[in-house]
């Protein structure tokens, strides 16, 4: 049964950084394109990042310049790396691996990031 499982997630001070993980069993992240998703209080899901099976990434406008996201390949997991972090990053965040579209994939149960003073 394919898990994917995040972790990282807490309380940050605005302008602070957090370091997402997501791990998987069952299936290799590398023949999977993997997004992380943010769903924040009363809003909508949106998109935040992606990198493809093929190791090309995309982000939203309100993250661009800010977030990373990587993939390690030995360890399995794909990571995004926060930084500069707002109060409006404030959301619970969710990775998805897919081939075709997220709405046919893995997720996982999602981990809070809190940004406040």
């Known amino acids: 049964q394919v898990q994917l499982v995040e972790s990282g997630g807490g309380l940050v001070q605005p302008g602070g950084s957090l370091r997402l993980s997501c791990a998987a069993s069952?299936?290799?992240?590398?023949?999977?394109?993997t997004a992380w998703y943010r769903q924040g209080p009363g809003k909508q899901r949106e998109l935040v990042a992606v990198i493809t099976s093929g190791g090309f990434t995309n982000y939203s406008d309100s993250v661009k310049g800010r977030f990373t996201v990587s993939r390690d390949n030995a360890k399995n997991t794909v990571s995004l790396q926060m930084n500069s972090l707002k109060p409006e990053d404030t959301a619970v965040y969710y990775c998805?691996?897919?081939?075709?579209?997220?709405?046919?994939?893995?997720w996982g149960q999602g981990t809070q990031v809190t940004v406040s003073s």
């Open positions: 998805s691996a897919y081939r075709r579209s997220p709405n046919s994939g893995f």
């Open positions: 069952e299936i290799i992240f590398s023949a999977y394109h």
